[in-house]
């Protein structure tokens, strides 16, 4: 399954240019996860959690979806805010 996630605004970091592609094989843990809520979130705004990772000589996305609410985006601040800057 192949998701391409396009940025509206960034709650911290850099905006990537144009879409954010996920890719979730078959045997990935999250992918019956997804496929089960996809009716939920497709074509809905979600805060996308992510993360680039060099693995196996590639890069990978490593991500968690949260919806787009004010309480999300206000746990998102409290963390950024903590001393270790939310990592």
């Known amino acids: 399954m192949v998701i391409d996630a396009v940025p ?4 911290s970091g850099r905006l990537n240019e144009g879409s954010i592609q996920l890719v ?3 045997s990935s843990p999250s992918y019956r ?3 089960w809520q996809l009716g ?3 074509g809905k705004q979600v805060v996308l959690l992510y993360r680039n990772y ?3 000589g ?3 996305v ?3 979806a949260e919806p787009n609410t004010p309480a999300v985006h206000a746990a998102i601040q ?3 805010a903590t001393p270790s800057g939310g990592t």
Do not use: I, P, W
């Open 8 to 11: 509206v605004a960034m709650l």
């Open 24 to 26: 979730l094989s078959r």
């Open 33 to 35: 996860l997804f496929r």
């Open 40 to 42: 939920v979130v497709l």
């Open 54 to 56: 060099a693995q196996d």
């Open 58 to 60: 590639e890069t990978r």
């Open 62 to 64: 490593h991500f968690r």
């Open 78 to 80: 409290q963390a950024l």
